[in-house]
């Protein structure tokens, strides 16, 4: 699944760079296809961090928790990226979900 989505980001790419080429008289249209490359970027580098920590394994896991109790008003998730070495070091990220 992950390489039919990269495929078909890949083409919308090339499509908008061709597309702002060929429109390159009109300020609106290359102003549209500008920021429509810059989505497909950051829609490529999503798909990517995706890849790389399974970011569906954990909404799933979140989905599932407030399935149980729809009352939870907070998840902690902890991921350890790698083995301990001096002392531990962590970052911890807040998100709203709502």
């Known amino acids: ?10 083409e919308l790419q090339v499509s908008a760079s061709r597309m702002l080429l060929y ?4 300020k609106m249209l ?5 920021d429509l490359k810059e989505k497909i970027i ?3 580098e999503l798909t990517d961090m995706e890849a790389r920590y399974n970011l569906t394994a954990i909404s799933d896991y979140i ?3 407030t399935k149980i109790d729809s009352e939870l008003t907070h998840i902690d998730i ?3 990226l ?10 911890k990220v807040t998100a709203k979900l709502f």
Request: no cysteine; hydrophobic share 30%; proline share 0%.
């Open 23 to 26: 429109h390159s008289d009109n």
């Open 63 to 65: 989905e599932e928790l």
């Open 30 to 34: 290359i102003s549209f296809f500008k």
């Open 42 to 44: 950051y829609l490529q």
């Open 78 to 80: 902890s991921v350890q």
């Open 1 to 10: 699944m992950q390489t039919t989505i990269k495929n078909h980001l890949n």
């Open 82 to 91: 790698k083995e301990v070495g001096r002392e531990k070091k962590v970052a």
